[in-house]
C-alpha cells in the first residue's frame, strides 16, 4: 500500500504467531510492502518511528500491544449484544420512506422476529448534509419514530462527514471553516464519495465538531430518535495533493484546524462518536482507536461466497478485527449488499449461520424474502444467539476489563497448537466453538476440534481434541461444539436446543 491510507479498520499492527508484533503508533504516514518479509517505510517526514513488541506467544504479545493502545473505555447496550439490528439498506436502498419503514416495522412483528434496533439507512436527508428529512418521503418522522418504538424497537439513523456543495449547509460551513482545506488553494477541499461532490467536515475543528454535534442532538430531540450509525470517516476521503495523477505519495494533504493527518482524521471521527453519541452507535472505520469500544462494523460485503469480500470475508475479517483488539464487532448485512449479484436462498441461510453467533448481528434482506422454512430458521438462529444475550454481555464486560477477545480465533486460545494459526473457518464464542459452512453445495465439512473435551450441539455426542472430524452439513445446520469444562454454559446450551431447536 503506497501509501498506507486507511479504508474501514486497519490498524497499523502485525502479528506473528511465535510472540512477535510490530506497532506504528503513530499517525505518520508511511507505505508498507510485504513480500519475502514485512517493509515500512515513512513518508515525507525526516523521522519515523514504530515499536516492535516481544512476547513468549501471541496472547502475551498482543496484550502488551492493547495495553500500549488502550483497551475498549465503554461498551455496546446490552439489547444490541442480545438481539439482532434490522437496517433498511439493502432491502430498499435509497428509496426508502416512511410507509416502507413502517411496513419493515409491521414485517418484523408479523413474522415474530427478535430484533432491538430499526435503523433508516441512506437516504433519508433532503440533501446530503442538511441533517434534514426530506418531506416528501417522510411527512412525519416523529410519528414514525414513534410507531418503531410502540412495536418494542429502537430507532437510528444513517449519518455522515460529508456535506455537498448542493446543501444549504455547505456555504456556511465554508464560511465558518468547519470543512477540510485544499492542500494548494485557498478553498475548501472538494471529496468525492459515493453519493457526490462534498466538503468533509473538520472533525479537529472544536467549532465544527460542535456544530455537528447540535445537528445529530435535534434529530433526538425532534423525532426521539436512539442513536446513529455513522458511516464515512475512511482516510482515503481526506484530500492530498498527488502525485503525476496517482497516489504514490502524497506530497500535501489536506488543511485543518488541528493539522490533522489522514488516518489521524478516522480516529478523529470516532472521538467525535465516543465522546458524543456512544449509546447505539456504530462504525465502520478505525486505525488506532480500539479504546473507545465503539460497535466495529465490517465494510459493505458482496452477496457472493468468497474470500474476496464474500461470505468467507465476513468470518477471516472478523478473526483479523479480534486479533488487533476490535471485540464489538458487527461483520456487516446478512446476506450481503446485493451490488452484483443477488444472495439466493442457500447463500442467504449459510450466512445467517456464519454471522448469527457474532457479538452484533445485522439483518437486512428479510429471511421473508424467501420461504417460510428460511423464516424458521433464521429466526431459531436468532433466537438462540437472544437466549445467550447474558453471556455476551459478560463476554463484552471482560473485553472491557481484560482485553479478551468476543469472537475469538483458535490461535488466540491455543497459541502452542500450530494448527489453530491455520484455522479461518471457525470461531470461538466463550467456550461455544462455531464452524460455519462458507462453501457452495456443501453438503459435509471439516472441521478441527481443539484439545480439551467438547459435546456436540445436535447430537450431545462428546468428543476429544485435538482431533479432525467430518461433519454432516445440511443447509439448516450449523455445527456447534461446547467445552465440556465450562458446565453453566453447556446447561444452557442444552435448555436452549430443548427450547429453541426441538
Known sequence: MKPFITGNIQPPLWFTRTGVAILVDNYQLFDTRFDRGLTIRGLNTKSFSYKILIGNSIVEVRKKVLKRIGLPEKMPDKRILAKPIFTTWVEYKQDVDQEKVLKFVKDIKEHDFPCSVIQIDDRWEKKYGEYTFDESKFPDPKKMVEAIHDAGFLATLWVHPFINRDS?????????????????KDEPAEVVWWNGSAGLL?????????????????????????????????????????????????????????????????????????ENHYDLAESRVGYLAQRFGII?????????????????????????????????????????????????????TRWVEAAALMPVVEYSITPWTYDEETVSMARKYSLLHAYLGDYYVSLAEKAKEEGEPILCPLVLRYPEDEKCAFVNNEYLVGSLLVAPVLEKDCGEREIYIPKGKWVDFWSDREITGPKEIVCETPLDKLPLYIETRDSELLKMIRKARKEIFL
Not at 321 to 328: A, C, E, L, Q, R
Open 168 to 184: 444549504e449547509s455547505y456555504e456556511y460551513a465554508k464560511r465558518k471553516r468547519f470543512l477540510v482545506w485544499d492542500p494548494e
Open 202 to 274: 473538520d472533525v479537529s475543528n472544536p467549532e465544527a465538531r460542535r456544530w455537528f454535534d447540535k445537528k445529530l442532538k435535534d434529530l433526538k430531540e425532534k423525532y426521539g430518535f436512539d442513536g446513529f450509525k455513522f458511516d464515512g470517516g475512511d482516510a482515503y476521503f481526506f484530500p492530498f495533493a498527488k502525485k503525476d495523477g496517482g497516489i504514490a505519495r502524497p506530497i500535501k494533504i489536506g488543511r485543518t484546524h488541528g493539522n490533522i493527518t489522514p488516518n489521524q482524521y478516522t480516529d478523529e471521527w470516532l472521538r467525535f462518536i465516543f
Open 296 to 348: 466495529a462494523r465490517e465494510g459493505d460485503k458482496e452477496s457472493s461466497w468468497g474470500i474476496d469480500n464474500g461470505l468467507y470475508a465476513a468470518v477471516t475479517q472478523a478473526l483479523t478485527m479480534s486479533i488487533v483488539g476490535y471485540p464489538y464487532i458487527m461483520p456487516d448485512m446478512i446476506g450481503g449488499n446485493q451490488y452484483k449479484f443477488k444472495c439466493d436462498k442457500e447463500l442467504f
